[in-house]
């Protein structure tokens, strides 16, 4: 047999917290003590509790002495206006999460609200809940009460903290549409949900379900009725005695859970008396008998007097057993508590201001928003849930006001430092949150403690406008660390030289001369123009931008252009790249013979003029020549009496000699014929063999200019 036990059981923090201060108080001898109300919802610890001392009063007039607990379910303000009035002393166990439905109860009648409770109308949790509203509040216990119901426009509604989840989303998802102005508090116990989550869990694997607790516990029922959804077969017991050892029989998988108000013995009692059965095989009907057998069935041999001796100190010695059980289990459950220990505990609530934390203890902890984070702008509901186990500090035992004041910023900051000492050490990036501006730099939020950026490290180049990385994420690394006086220093700009010369280094590795590259024209000078390659810069000198002569770069590219570049050489240690544009570009004279054909008329530009002639630019880095006998119909003497340098003109391809790289053109065979004389029509006798001794580009050159320079001061001076 497979039995297995839910692993949230038995006592809630309520439940704990209310009966360990009825122990704290019998403990201290000095009074009687009563409870208002059976403590809780099960026989056999209220038997325990009653045996100890402890009375039940079902009302205050009851009272003649002692001091009276005020269980967990809680009770309405006219309990404790009588309790004064009487001079009761009056220990208030209410559970916290109870309390808090009374303050938001109280709160949104007084703002005029009417007020809807979800639960059962006879619980008294839900009476007491009911009193903050002066009675006055419409109790739903299921959506069928829904129809013909008279609802308010407007409404807050809570639940009972033991309500099914079921119910609550059958009943709110109606309420929203009736109700235009509701206010919805869920007030549903974190613990309740768990459990119930759990049981369903279980009980879909189960063949069948023992569910332990008292027949008056609401919890306990609401787990009956999950499990009921999910198993064939669920039996609520309270004890040993109940369980159903005949419907059992021959079963391979059971599971149990118990109710809030089962104490932990209980559970333990049918847990081993079930795996007791389980190891000796004896699940039979002879076995069945004796556990089920009825006082009035027992044998006339172990009734008989001679025995009754031995079986009344047996039951007297389990009796107590039972009892120092109970106690044990209930002070193992309660942790005592110091200022400045760190203790683990699950978050019950979460407002705007603070955060609820049950650690455990017979009081609540509470964090307030200053000690949740180191962030004062932090917002609760965006750090914690309802439900999140979290490690706090006690700041303080008591508040004041009976609550432990605990601390999440200090926790956090302790596991931060140790960490950010490592980060230092070993030259990690650490993430950051830029959060004021002060002198000198910026304060960031790293990891939840204040460290200091230096305006030159915020990035590689001046920042003008610190402000500009409040509220940014940061990069960065730790370069000054001293614990004791609590000071941060980091830099973002280490971060983002490392990650730049780690890129460059890539890019460096992966350039390869002779490779075409594309990149962006980021800057142009006389000499050249600077290309961005993916994150380094080239340079592509003046002569490499184009196969014809190039007064200034603009003349080809501009800023902003992409372009593609072959890599003509690197250096690696001075960090240079050569780049070339116009090798990427065919050569004119490759594809001159094709491109220019004889007898074709183009346009060009007169780039130079010579006594014989003039040299027109077809297209950079090709010309032509003009013979000064091809230039006009009728005979000129000097080529500049007709053309000037600059002057586009329309020609004609005579003959290209793409080898020698010669083409020769005509701007006569282009304009209209003329009559002529016959002195004008003698052939011109000047040789234009020169022209087939020049260089094999056709361009002005400097030396060009300099002799043409030299020429002239040598003529003025002849003058003078």
């Known amino acids: 047999m497979d039995i297995r036990v839910a692993q949230h059981a038995g006592f809630c923090f309520g439940v704990k917290r209310a009966t360990q201060t009825v122990f704290d108080l019998l403990a201290s001898g000095e009074e009687k003590v009563f409870t208002l109300g059976p403590l809780i919802h099960n026989a056999s610890a209220v038997k325990t509790l009653e045996e100890k001392g402890v009375g039940v009063l079902q009302s205050l007039d009851e009272w003649t002495e002692g001091r009276v607990v005020i269980r967990s379910h809680g009770v309405g303000p006219e309990v404790y206006q009588k309790a004064e009035a009487m001079g009761i002393p009056l220990i208030d166990a209410t559970c916290p999460d109870v309390k808090r439905i009374h303050r938001t109860v109280a709160e949104k009648y007084a703002e005029g609200y009417p007020i809807i409770i979800l639960g059962k109308p006879d619980h008294p949790e839900v009476i007491g809940t009911n009193g903050w509203c002066g009675n006055t509040a419409v109790i739903i216990s299921d959506a069928s009460q829904l129809d013909g119901l008279a609802l308010p426009d407007k409404a807050c509604v809570v639940a009972q903290t033991t309500l099914m989840r079921q119910k609550w989303d059958a009943i709110i998802e109606p309420l929203k549409e009736r109700i235009s102005n509701l206010y919805i508090v869920d007030t549903i116990c974190p613990t309740t949900t768990q459990r119930q989550c759990e049981a369903q869990a279980l009980a879909e694997n189960m063949d069948a379900m023992l569910v332990i607790g008292g027949k008056n516990s609401a919890n306990t029922a609401s787990l009956f009725q999950v499990c009921q959804k999910h198993c064939s077969q669920v039996y609520l017991i309270e004890g040993v005695s109940d369980i159903p050892w005949t419907a059992l029989k021959n079963l391979?998988?059971?599971?149990?859970?118990?109710?809030?108000?089962?104490?932990?013995?209980?559970?333990?009692?049918?847990?081993?008396?079930?795996?007791?059965?389980?190891?000796?095989?004896?699940?039979?009907?002879?076995?069945?008998?004796?556990?089920?057998?009825?006082?009035?069935?027992?044998?006339?041999?172990?009734?008989?007097?001679?025995?009754?001796?031995?079986?009344?100190?047996?039951?007297?010695?389990?009796?107590?057993?039972?009892?120092?059980?109970?106690?044990?289990?209930?002070?193992?459950?309660?942790?005592?508590?110091?200022?400045?220990?760190?203790?683990?505990?699950?978050?019950?609530?979460?407002?705007?201001?603070?955060?609820?934390?049950?650690?455990?203890?017979?009081?609540?902890?509470?964090?307030?928003?200053?000690?949740?984070?180191?962030?004062?702008?932090?917002?609760?509901?965006?750090?914690?849930?309802?439900?999140?186990?979290?490690?706090?500090?006690?700041?303080?035992?008591?508040?004041?006001?009976g609550n432990v004041l605990l601390s999440k910023k200090n926790v956090d900051q302790r596991k931060n430092w140790n960490e950010l000492v490592t980060l230092f050490e070993s030259e990690t990036e650490v993430e950051g949150i830029g959060k004021e501006v002060v002198k000198g730099g910026l304060i960031a939020n790293v990891m939840g403690i204040r460290a200091f950026i230096p305006a030159s490290h915020l990035n590689t180049r001046y920042v003008e406008k610190i402000e500009s990385y409040v509220g940014q994420p940061l990069r960065l690394r730790i370069i000054e660390l001293d614990r004791n006086k609590r000071r941060v220093v980091a830099s973002q700009k280490l971060v983002l030289l490392a990650e730049a010369e780690k890129k460059k280094k890539e890019l460096w590795d992966k350039l390869v001369v002779g490779e075409k590259v594309k990149g962006i024209v980021r800057r142009l000078t006389d000499f050249g123009?600077?290309?961005?390659?993916?994150?380094?810069?080239?340079?592509?000198?003046?002569?490499?931008?184009?196969?014809?002569?190039?007064?200034?770069?603009?003349?080809?590219i501009h800023i902003g252009d992409e372009v593609e570049v072959l890599i003509l050489a690197l250096d690696t240690e001075r960090e240079r790249i050569s780049l070339g544009y116009k090798q990427t570009l065919p050569k004119p004279w490759e594809t001159a013979e094709s491109k220019y054909i004889v007898g074709s008329v183009?346009?060009?530009?007169?780039?130079?003029?010579?006594?014989?002639?003039?040299?027109?630019?077809?297209?950079?880095?090709?010309?032509?020549?003009?013979?000064?006998?091809?230039?006009?119909?009728?005979?000129?003497?000097?080529?500049?009496?007709?053309?000037?340098?600059?002057?586009?003109?329309?020609?004609?391809?005579?003959?290209?000699?793409?080898?020698?790289?010669?083409?020769?053109?005509?701007?006569?065979?282009?304009?209209?014929?003329?009559?002529?004389?016959?002195?004008?029509?003698?052939?011109?006798?000047?040789?234009?063999?020169?022209?087939?001794?020049?260089?094999?580009?056709?361009?002005?050159?400097?030396?060009?200019?300099?002799?043409?320079?030299?020429?002239e001061a040598a003529a003025d001076e002849n003058e003078n």
């Open 529 to 556: 123009a600077f290309v961005d390659i993916g994150g380094l810069d080239g340079l592509i000198h003046i002569g490499d931008l184009s196969w014809g002569r190039v007064r200034h770069p603009s003349d080809v």
């Open 252 to 401: 391979q998988k059971i599971g149990i859970v118990a109710g809030a108000s089962t104490p932990d013995w209980i559970i333990k009692e049918v847990y081993s008396k079930m795996s007791e059965q389980e190891k000796m095989g004896q699940l039979n009907e002879e076995e069945v008998k004796v556990q089920n057998a009825e006082p009035e069935t027992v044998s006339e041999a172990a009734a008989a007097p001679e025995a009754a001796p031995e079986t009344e100190e047996a039951a007297e010695k389990a009796k107590q057993d039972a009892d120092a059980s109970f106690m044990e289990d209930v002070e193992k459950t309660m942790v005592t508590i110091k200022n400045g220990q760190l203790i683990k505990g699950v978050v019950v609530q979460v407002t705007d201001d603070e955060v609820c934390v049950n650690i455990g203890y017979k009081s609540d902890g509470f964090i307030p928003r200053n000690e949740l984070s180191v962030d004062n702008d932090v917002v609760p509901s965006e750090m914690v849930k309802v439900g999140d186990e979290i490690e706090v500090e006690i700041l303080k035992v008591n508040d004041g006001e």
């Open 602 to 711: 183009v346009e060009g530009k007169v780039v130079r003029i010579v006594t014989f002639g003039a040299f027109v630019e077809l297209e950079p880095g090709l010309d032509g020549l003009v013979h000064i006998s091809q230039i006009a119909r009728e005979r000129i003497n000097k080529v500049e009496d007709v053309l000037q340098v600059g002057q586009m003109v329309s020609v004609k391809i005579l003959d290209v000699d793409a080898q020698n790289k010669r083409i020769s053109l005509s701007i006569k065979e282009t304009l209209p014929e003329a009559p002529v004389s016959e002195a004008e029509a003698a052939p011109e006798e000047e040789s234009h063999q020169e022209y087939y001794h020049q260089d094999e580009v056709h361009t002005v050159t400097i030396g060009d200019m300099i002799q043409q320079k030299m020429q």
